[in-house]
C-alpha cells in the first residue's frame, strides 16, 4: 500500500496555469503506474491522465488533451499534474491514484483499476 498527499490546488483565472503534486510514500514508487482523476459538484469522478510504471507512456482525457501533462519524479517520490490554459469547467477537486503493476507500459482508466488514493485537491477556476 502507498499513501498518497495532493497538494498545488487553488483558485486560478482563466487561461491560467497550475502544477498539482502528488506526494507518495510507503513502497517504491517506481513500482506504480499513476493516474488523475477529477470531480465536479454534482458529478461522477472522471479520469484526466495516466501515466504507466515506466512513465514512458502517457494518456489524457479529450478535455484535457493538450493542455495537461502528467510526469513523475521516482527521486522524490511524486507524481505531477501540469495544467496550463485553465477553464472554468476545469473546476473540479483533483485525485492522484496508484497501483502496483509488473506492466511496465500499460495504462489504467477505470477508478476501479486503482488501488490507492490521495485525499483530493480543490481547482477552482474563475471566468
Known amino acids: 500500500q502507498v499513501q498518497l498527499v495532493e497538494s498545488g490546488g487553488g483558485l486560478v483565472q482563466a487561461g491560467g496555469s497550475r502544477r498539482l503534486s502528488c506526494a507518495a510514500s510507503?513502497?517504491?514508487?517506481?513500482?506504480?503506474?499513476m493516474g488523475w482523476f477529477r470531480q465536479a459538484p454534482g458529478k461522477e469522478r472522471e479520469f484526466v491522465a495516466a501515466?504507466?510504471?515506466?512513465?514512458?507512456?502517457?494518456d489524457y482525457a479529450d478535455s484535457v488533451k493538450g493542455r495537461f501533462t502528467i510526469s513523475g519524479d521516482n527521486a522524490k517520490n511524486t507524481v505531477y499534474l501540469q495544467m496550463n490554459n485553465l477553464k472554468p469547467e476545469d473546476t473540479a477537486v483533483y485525485y492522484c491514484?496508484?497501483?502496483?503493476?509488473?506492466?511496465?507500459?500499460?495504462?489504467?482508466?477505470?477508478?476501479?483499476?486503482?488501488?490507492?488514493w490521495g485525499q483530493g485537491t480543490q481547482v477552482t477556476v474563475s471566468s
Open positions: 491514484a496508484a497501483r502496483v503493476t509488473y506492466f511496465s507500459a500499460t495504462l489504467y482508466y477505470r477508478e476501479s483499476e486503482y488501488t490507492d
Open positions: 510507503g513502497r517504491t514508487f517506481s513500482a506504480y503506474a
Open positions: 501515466s504507466s510504471q515506466s512513465g514512458g507512456t502517457t
